[in-house]
């Protein structure tokens, strides 16, 4: 059983930027990502990483803006958000799988229960 916790959401303006973290309860070799809601919509998937890092996934609305990546040693993930538009304002989920096909397919093994990101214009 592994355990998340996100941090660092809050409310910022447009064009800003914003670092999200979600510590895992232990050491994982999963592959683990961000997931995000907007009020009224599905949740939908934000980046990835894989265990080795040497792989990283991004949605399309998010590439070039944000940057995941991971510290092993510390159990630790973190989503630089940078450009922050309105449309980005959602709660953040942190979530591990198996694999990154399981993964981007949202079959996720654990979820977070996820970070409020809000921003104003």
């Known amino acids: 059983q592994v355990q998340l916790v996100e941090s660092g959401g809050g409310l910022v303006q447009a064009g800003g930027s914003l670092r999200l973290s979600c510590a895992a309860s232990t050491r994982t070799f999963m592959t683990m990502g961000w997931f995000r809601q907007a009020p009224g919509s599905e949740r939908e998937f934000v980046a990835a990483i894989t265990s080795d890092r040497l792989y990283t996934y991004y949605a399309d609305p998010v590439k070039g803006r944000f940057t995941i990546s991971r510290d092993n040693a510390k159990a630790t993930i973190d989503l630089h958000m940078n450009s922050l538009k309105r449309e980005d304002t959602a709660v953040y989920y942190c979530?591990?799988?198996?694999?990154?096909?399981?993964?981007?397919?949202?079959?996720?093994?654990?979820w977070g229960r996820g970070t409020q990101v809000t921003v104003s214009s």
């Open positions: 979530a591990a799988a198996s694999d990154i096909m399981r993964l981007r397919g949202n079959t996720v093994d654990y």
